[in-house]
């Protein structure tokens, strides 16, 4: 769309000298499509060819227009691109280019032998004088428009490394992070598992089975039985009677040191609980205290088999 517009609008104001003109905008046009389309180019190519282009319409604008055109003004921006992309080098070309080429123009209208350039504009810019100070000129819009605009991409580019180098050190970091946090929760598993072995080895230990004959468990009980140590108990003992085949349980209460009506009702649960898979219970090592508690809590010990020592069932086996 720019593009018909400008070749219109040219066409109108200079007639069939704008044929060059409209000839130039399309080539540039498609020039710069090309190399936005040409994706598998690599930069350094696509830039090239965009300050050739570049390079080419200012060098056009400079001889057709000479001192009154923007062709040293495109120049400005064709170094000043060289100079981001190919540092000095690159600006020092573009440079040169733009100075031969400044000076080359001011020869062909100081001499008169430009035929394709209109003659108002060779009677106006014929003087050696004119063009000495507009390269003059020229030369010091440059120094002052590159010098800090060298300095500014220079610091851009310091920057720059700066920002990327920290966010490599911030990718680092998060990666160690995320690998610490890894560890810490392989560390976290394998405590819980520790812990859990733990419990189950303190249960264990809470609640021993030893096997003291044929098809015969003992039980023994010591410490303070709860609520939760009573259910701890009967879950082990049915695990273990149901796994193992055992025909008879002494639960031996001799190391328990106080007894009330709550741990003779789970004595009595679990009792009952052992006889559902077929599985006789006997309950040992009562003390006069323990007979004391449980005669005067009135609790019905009659369906419960008893003896003095886990020695005493074995002998009854006998």
Not at 59 to 66: A, E, K, N, R, V
Not at 71 to 91: C, M, N, P, S
Request: glycine share 6%; with cysteine; net charge neutral.
């Amino acid at each position: 769309m720019a593009l018909v517009t400008r070749s219109l609008s040219d066409y109108r104001t200079l007639g069939e000298r704008a044929i060059p003109y409209i000839a130039v905008y399309t080539l540039v046009y498609l020039s710069i499509v090309a190399v936005a389309i040409l994706r598998q180019l690599s930069l350094a190519i696509r830039v090239f060819v965009l300050l050739f282009v570049l390079s080419g319409i200012a060098t056009f604008l400079t001889i057709t227009f000479g001192i009154v055109g923007s062709g040293r003004l495109l120049w400005i921006g064709v170094i000043t691109l060289a100079l981001i992309y190919f540092d000095l080098h690159g600006g020092f070309i573009g440079f040169a280019l733009s100075l031969l080429v400044t000076i080359g123009t001011a020869v062909i209208y100081v001499t008169g032998s430009a035929p394709f350039v209109a003659p108002e504009l060779l009677v106006v810019q014929d003087t050696i004088e004119d063009w000495a100070g507009s390269i003059t000129l020229y030369v010091a819009i440059l120094v002052l428009t590159l010098v800090p605009t060298y300095y500014l991409i220079k610091r851009l580019q310091v920057l720059a490394h700066q920002a990327t180098a920290e966010a490599a050190r911030a990718h680092l970091h998060a990666r160690q992070a995320e690998e610490q946090a890894q560890a810490l929760a392989q560390q976290t598993t394998q405590l819980q598992q520790t812990e859990q072995m733990l419990r189950n080895l303190v249960q264990s230990l809470e609640t021993p089975t030893v096997e003291i004959g044929d098809h015969v468990l003992l039980a023994p009980i010591v410490g303070q039985l709860d609520q939760q140590r009573a259910d701890t108990l009967l879950k082990r003992l049915l695990a273990v009677v149901s796994d193992r085949r055992v025909r008879q349980v002494v639960i031996d209460v001799a190391g328990v040191p106080t007894f009330d009506e709550m741990a003779a009702h789970c004595l009595l649960q679990t009792v009952q609980a052992l006889r559902l898979i077929g599985c006789e219970a006997v309950i040992t090592g009562i003390s006069p205290a323990m007979a004391q508690t449980i005669t005067t809590l009135g609790i019905d010990m009659k369906t419960i088999t008893t003896a003095r020592s886990p020695q005493d069932v074995l002998l009854r086996q006998l």
